[in-house]
């Protein structure tokens, strides 16, 4: 099955710093989510955009729902010890019912 | 308190055992899915159940088996057909009407197979 192309794979950064991360796709999408998972968790909710070129926040959290509707961007603003973990963009088509496309994943570590 | 809970947390087989992990949700979604995670690597479906006595092969469905038999219930059997079990297998659900149809997560099972 596809999976979409993140990136970057992984980042450090330091506390206070803002982080930027992306997801392409070579298909079309209708929708694009974006999940935090902690170690050992499950994958939560942060932001769902159903709109191409719609751009919603979630606290200090932005995502972008991109024009070509084949990519998507995550940004967080002044990051914080506790937004350490692996962030996931998800795709779904309305051609494939509820099922989502995932991506393989940024891993965010920050430092003090 | 509305959620999906899978169990056990942890769980350890022999290897040509079959093992079942178990999914349940009560905030009335329709559907059901379960996911496979291994270290580094993104989600991948293993089944979908979109209503009660039905569901779907995802995309790695070999050695894996489920039912549908409640709503609220999705098992997912790892068989000893499966050749890799041990990874980090994750269960979700959605509502399948109104457009908004975000797959919500459980905590996860850990399964190894020694």
């Known amino acids: 099955g596809q999976q979409l192309n993140q990136s970057p794979q992984s980042m450090f950064i330091q506390e206070g710093e803002d982080v930027s991360m992306n997801c392409t796709s070579s298909?079309?999408?209708?929708?694009w989510l974006w999940y935090k998972q902690d170690p050992g968790e499950g994958p939560v909710l942060l932001i769902a955009?159903?709109?191409?070129?719609e751009l919603t926040s979630n606290g200090r959290l932005t995502a972008q729902f991109g024009i070509t509707r084949k990519d998507s961007f995550l940004n967080i603003s002044a990051s914080i010890p506790s937004d350490v973990g692996i962030y996931f963009c998800?795709?779904?088509?309305?051609?494939?019912?509820?099922?989502?496309?995932f991506g393989t994943g940024t891993r965010l570590q920050v430092t003090l | 308190d509305g959620g999906i809970t899978q169990s056990p947390k942890y769980l350890f087989r022999k290897e040509g055992q079959n093992v079942t992990l178990s999914c349940e949700q009560n905030?009335?979604?329709?559907?059901m899915y379960w996911y496979r995670q291994d270290p580094g690597q993104g989600l991948r479906l293993i089944y979908y159940?979109?209503?009660?006595?039905?569901?779907q092969k995802g995309d790695i469905a070999e050695g894996y088996s489920v039912s549908r038999e409640k709503k609220e219930s999705f098992p997912l059997t790892v068989t000893s057909a499966q050749k890799n079990p041990t990874a980090f297998y994750l269960c979700?659900?959605?509502?399948?009407?109104?457009?908004?149809?975000?797959?919500?997560f459980g905590p996860g099972t850990r399964l190894t197979v020694l």
């Open positions: 159940s979109q209503i009660v006595n039905d569901f």
């Open positions: 955009l159903y709109k191409a070129g």
């Open positions: 298909s079309i999408f209708n929708t």
């Open positions: 998800a795709g779904r088509n309305t051609g494939t019912a509820s099922k989502l496309t």
């Open positions: 905030l009335n979604h329709d559907a």
């Open positions: 979700a659900s959605s509502m399948t009407s109104g457009g908004y149809n975000e797959q919500f």
